[in-house]
């Protein structure tokens, strides 16, 4: 069973930029992937971008260029790096991690809002 938990959302200003963490316990070695999606109320839950445990990236089209997703040298843990945010950008963040075993684990999510 794998745990994750997000950290550092909040307010931030149209512009700024903002790094969300993402620490994961529990069965740590099982995981093959971490990922970072976004939701809006009413919205379908869409992919920001995902780091396989070798660190081969892949990100939405729309996501490239001011996010840049990394992983910390324990595999343990995800990061999103958030720059010139906009008022769109604002939603709540999820962290996911793939295991090997097909199984995906989801955080409970960091709410960013940025304001105009």
């Known amino acids: 069973q794998v745990y994750l938990m997000e950290s550092g959302g909040g307010l931030v200003q149209s512009g700024g930029s903002l790094r969300l963490s993402c620490a994961a316990s529990?069965?740590?070695?099982?995981?093959?992937?971490m990922g970072w999606y976004r939701q809006v109320p009413g919205k379908q839950r869409e992919l920001i971008a995902r780091?396989?445990?070798?660190?081969?990236?892949n990100y939405a089209d729309s996501m490239k260029g001011r996010f840049t997703i990394s992983r910390d040298n324990a595999n343990n843990a995800a990061y999103l790096q958030m720059n010139s945010l906009k008022p769109e950008d604002t939603a709540v963040y999820y962290c996911?991690?793939?295991?090997?075993?097909?199984?995906?684990?989801w955080g409970q999510g960091t709410q960013v809002t940025v304001s105009s």
């Open positions: 780091i396989t445990r070798s660190g081969s990236t």
């Open positions: 996911k991690a793939d295991t090997y075993r097909a199984y995906s684990y």
């Open positions: 529990g069965s740590t070695a099982s995981i093959s992937a």
